[in-house]
């Protein structure tokens, strides 16, 4: 009786946890990953963070009263980082979903928390809700779009 309670109970793990079942190698995420976009990607974040402290965003701040500029800002990212993620045939499309807007989410909240230490800069939750309503928008264009459409220029040509 006790060999089937634990049989059941690896059952139920294995079927909640697969990536824990001993004996199955499974791809990492990372290697499955575009350069190209991985790079773009961590560019694009880079400029995120340095252009937060220049002179350049307290002109744009003029022209953008209530940061709506991060809903398309942080919506970009997203895009960067699914085409990272999910840019090879026969990839996990709700993994890498969640990877990139959980990523993206996380780059606002640090982005938001590195502008609370710039003196000409203030740090908002507001601003950090902008930037999940641009992940969020985006994620959901993603979806609705079919995979193998966006994955095209990535795919060889048939011959």
Known sequence: MTVNRTRDKNLIISKAFPLLQPG??????????NPLFTILSAAYIF???????SSAASQIGEFNPYSLLHIPLYGVLTGLLLLAFAS???TNFALRYHLAAWMAV?????DEYHQSFIPSREASVGDVLLDILGVVLMVILARRVSPSLWLRPFQGRKR
């Open 106 to 110: 996380a780059v606002g909240v640090l």
């Open 47 to 53: 400029g995120i963070f340095f252009l937060a402290d």
């Open 88 to 90: 090879k045939p026969g």
């Open 24 to 33: 199955k190698r499974r791809k990492s995420v990372a290697g499955q990953m």
